[in-house]
């Protein structure tokens, strides 16, 4: 079971977001993967907000397995103002009503069964899109933000050090693990089409890497997967050279730039959201492991080649933080430490 997220990155995000709570007071909010690590933590907010400063926001959330939800974060099922929807986003049954803000946050990519299945990938994103544009019309929505990810670029040249919101690349067609790429591209492009036939205003973010707590520790993810390695006090396992280079924003300082976004007066708004504070993966485990205190050591898999570049996945937010007025944000030290920390106490 997971304990309630930390009250001070709750209190955190309320204080870096005034905008987002005074101009959306009282609103009925629709969020797609509600039980999801993006999802749970901005419904998490939500609820926050209503107790500590009366928004008077009430949200109806889609999960493909709220039974299942309700065991790990029973607290986010004893608040009222928060309800529940079964079903996936190519066919959820649509919930009665008017909605004023949608936030479509379904995917596949956390669970490794899902996330192999490319053809099901493909269409979560492209036809879960669809039909959440489709309710979201219907329901009047004026503010709708989809979560992107930085996968719409395609591998990142060796020689580029961060990857601009303008940059042309794309995931290779005939490459069928492209699955997530390629929807979230088309998918885009349907909230693009969208926006220009509508007077809401709608916002895209592209996510690169997050860490924070509920960050899926059995997923796709190597940064979950390490912390569940060193946790259980078994050798951190580096599946690679340990030469790739990522980097990770901590999802308290994610979703002030999310809410920023939902807040922002463009009526489509693509960004980068990420760090760029850049980490070699073998570094990554290193960090994990010095951090939990774990003795299973690391143990990186492959031997590097020389004379290669190591592949990078690093955005360049210089134009977000600039529009979204960023500020300071959690070193990759700190967020590792809260993580570990957190789930620590959610294994105790």
């Given at each position: 079971m997971f304990p309630r997220l930390p009250d001070s990155d709750l209190k955190h995000v309320l204080e870096?977001?005034?905008?987002?709570?005074?101009?959306?007071?009282?609103?009925?909010?629709?969020v797609t993967g509600g039980s999801g690590f993006i999802g749970s933590w901005l419904l998490e907010l939500v609820l926050y907000a209503n107790r500590m400063h009366d928004a008077g926001m009430q949200v109806v959330a889609l999960s493909r397995d709220p039974e299942r939800a309700r065991i790990v974060m029973p607290h986010l099922?004893?608040?009222?103002?928060?309800?529940?929807?079964r079903g996936d986003a190519q066919d959820f049954a649509w919930p009665d009503g008017a909605f004023d803000m949608c936030i479509h946050a379904a995917a596949d990519v956390a669970d490794p069964a899902r996330a192999a299945d490319h053809r099901r990938v493909f269409d979560t994103a492209v036809l879960g899109t669809r039909r959440v544009l489709d309710f979201a019309e219907h329901a009047g929505v004026h503010r709708f933000l989809f979560t992107s990810s930085g996968a719409v670029y395609g591998?990142?040249?060796?020689?580029?050090?961060?990857?601009?919101?303008?940059?042309?690349?794309?995931?290779?067609v005939l490459d069928a693990r492209t699955a997530y790429g390629q929807g979230k591209r088309a998918a885009e492009w349907q909230v693009a089409e969208r926006a220009r036939s509508s007077a809401g205003k709608f916002s895209i973010a592209r996510i690169f890497a997050l860490l924070g707590p509920r960050l899926p520790l059995d997923g796709t993810l190597a940064a979950g997967n390490f912390i569940r390695d060193a946790l259980a006090g078994q050798p951190i396992l580096v599946r690679g050279d340990?030469?790739?280079v990522r980097s990770y924003l901590y999802m308290a300082?994610?979703?002030?730039?999310?809410?920023?976004?939902?807040?922002?007066?463009?009526p489509l708004l693509a960004c980068n959201l990420g760090s760029e504070e850049e980490v070699s993966i073998a570094r990554l485990a290193a960090q994990v492991e010095e951090l939990s205190g774990s003795k299973g050591g690391v143990r990186i898999m492959?031997?590097?080649v020389p004379d290669v570049l190591p592949q990078r996945y690093v955005p360049d937010t210089q134009r977000t933080r600039k529009v979204l007025r960023i500020g300071n944000m959690t070193s990759l030290h700190e967020a590792l430490d809260r993580t570990?920390?957190?789930q620590?106490?959610?294994n105790s």
């Open positions: 870096q977001t005034p905008e987002f709570w005074s101009q959306h007071q009282g609103v009925r909010i629709f099922f004893e608040d009222a103002s928060l309800s529940w929807v591998p990142q040249p060796p020689s580029l050090a961060r990857m601009p919101e303008d940059f042309l690349n794309a995931p290779d340990g030469t790739a300082d994610a979703c002030v730039w999310l809410l920023r976004m939902m807040s922002h007066e463009s492959e031997q590097a570990i920390k957190w620590r106490a959610a």
